[in-house]
């Protein structure tokens, strides 16, 4: 069985998603932990709510992003999950925890990578009169949300959608792609080979879209 821990930052709905297709017999995994940098993260409740253990790692003052990783880090290799899921955490990851990681590490960026790495992703597919936006899941490198891209969710931008409507797309979208995702790891569909996604055996040479 997949061993996942998660990583959260707020209110945990793509948690919330991988939770509910293993509640559902959909995803044969388990969830042995739930990390959090912040202590008031609202997707605590959903560790507690099942049982799942949780642990807060905050930041310390003056301490630089290789201190605050290296902790991080201890605890994941205590715990010596298969995947690390990274589901809204708001942190940038150092050089070093990445290739710690590599090839188990994975993120959802809501926005049809490489468009739009960062922040405020909405919005800047909206300036841009884009026609399409997304969600995409990829594999975790040093580079901002950079790394080979696994899967994409494609949502259609209307004249009518402000922010909020199209954010909502985009996250029920999401609660469908990630747990899809996981779902590959655990059927062994799904590896990180130097640069290269490799999907049934063979080159992924573009993202799967659903």
């Known amino acids: 069985m997949l061993k996942i821990v998660v990583l959260i930052s707020g209110?945990?709905?793509?948690?919330?998603?991988?939770?509910?297709?293993?509640?559902?017999?959909?995803?044969?995994?388990?969830?042995?932990?739930?990390?959090?940098?912040?202590?008031?993260?609202?997707?605590?409740?959903?560790?507690?709510?099942?049982?799942?253990?949780?642990?807060?790692?905050?930041?310390?003052?003056?301490?630089?992003?290789?201190?605050?990783?290296?902790?991080?880090?201890?605890?994941?290799?205590?715990?010596?999950?298969?995947?690390?899921?990274?589901?809204?955490?708001?942190?940038?990851?150092?050089?070093?925890?990445?290739?710690?990681?590599?090839?188990?590490?994975?993120?959802?960026?809501?926005?049809?990578?490489?468009?739009?790495?960062?922040?405020?992703?909405?919005?800047?597919?909206?300036?841009?009169g884009d026609r399409q936006h997304g969600c995409s899941v990829h594999f975790v490198t040093p580079e901002l949300d950079g790394g080979p891209v696994i899967a994409q969710a494609i949502v259609l931008i209307e004249k009518n959608d402000d922010i909020a409507s199209l954010s909502a797309k985009v996250q029920e979208q999401e609660h469908k792609l990630y747990p899809l995702v996981v779902e590959w790891f655990a059927n062994k569909q799904l590896e990180l080979l130097e640069d290269k996604i490799i999907f049934n055996g063979e080159l992924l040479s573009k993202p799967h879209c659903i």
Do not use: W
């Not at 990578?113 to 800047?124: A, E, F, I, S, V």
């Open 11 to 128: 209110f945990g709905s793509n948690l919330q998603a991988i939770l509910d297709a293993i509640n559902e017999k959909n995803l044969d995994a388990e969830v042995i932990a739930i990390i959090s940098n912040r202590s008031k993260a609202k997707g605590l409740n959903r560790a507690r709510e099942q049982n799942i253990p949780a642990y807060v790692i905050p930041s310390r003052k003056n301490q630089s992003r290789e201190d605050y990783d290296k902790r991080l880090s201890e605890v994941i290799n205590r715990l010596n999950p298969n995947l690390v899921v990274l589901a809204g955490f708001m942190r940038i990851l150092s050089e070093e925890f990445v290739n710690q990681f590599t090839g188990k590490l994975i993120n959802i960026h809501p926005s049809l990578l490489p468009k739009y790495k960062g922040l405020d992703t909405h919005q800047r597919a909206k300036d841009a």
